[in-house]
């Protein structure tokens, strides 16, 4: 089955306690792309990677690092998670930048 | 400054009729636009995508206009029905390459 698969699905932290959301893809997809959703507010975009080693800030990249070094996984990382970094979290993929994106089920991150 | 607006209220309908939804955006020329819906805690899932040079796409009881000119993109589902009970989305790219994207409107359809 095609899917974005994230864990963990709910975290609850304390500031400053390093984390990483992990992110994964079997669809051979290109791109991927990390996104917080806060009430009231749209998707807002974290970071984004158009390949393997090609990764670039979004519209809120503060406080947060992505990797790419495999085509399937694009973790996300809280070195020193802040509350204000609670929030729900979506990893998403698609074959090309333009494409129709597939969401991951979310990761509520709550940071205290 | 640049955004893009979905109405913040939600919209109730009665099943059977034409919910349609609306897209305004400002200072974005985007090359496309795309609709998703989204149920509570889960992910967006992806519906339609128009590009500027399609006034209109349509597929199954859904259907999508974009007027660049208005600069506005309308959503319509036809012979809505509960499970239609939804928010949806929609995103457009930005000159950044970005996908910006609306707060959703939640649909909700009355028996």
């Known amino acids: 089955e095609a899917q974005v698969t994230q864990n963990p699905r709910y975290l609850i932290t304390v500031t400053g306690k390093k984390l990483t959301v992990t992110c994964s893809q079997n669809?051979?997809?290109?791109?991927m792309s990390w996104y917080r959703q806060d009430p009231g507010l749209g998707l807002r975009q974290i970071y984004y990677s158009m390949n393997v080693e090609v990764t670039d800030k979004g519209d809120v990249p503060e406080g947060y690092k992505v990797s790419r070094k495999e085509k399937r996984n694009f973790p996300l990382i809280l070195e020193s998670p802040s509350p204000n970094q609670t929030s729900l979290y979506f990893c998403a993929s698609s074959l090309e930048r333009t494409y129709e994106q597939y969401f991951g089920p979310g990761t509520r991150l709550t940071v205290t | 400054s640049q955004k893009i607006e979905q109405n913040s209220e939600a919209l109730n309908i009665q099943e059977g009729k034409t919910a349609t939804l609306t897209c305004n955006y400002t200072?974005?020329?985007?090359?496309?636009l795309q609709w998703y819906r989204q149920d509570p805690g889960r992910g967006p899932v992806f519906l339609l995508l128009i590009r500027e040079n399609e006034k209109e796409k349509r597929k199954e009881r859904l259907k999508v206009t974009f007027d660049t000119t208005l600069k506005q993109s309308l959503f319509h589902i036809t012979a809505s029905q509960p499970a239609d009970s939804a928010t949806y989305l929609c995103a457009l790219e930005d000159s950044n390459y970005q996908l910006i994207w609306g707060a959703g409107t939640k649909l909700i359809i009355k028996p």
């Open positions: 669809m051979n997809h290109e791109y």
């Open positions: 200072n974005y020329s985007p090359a496309y």
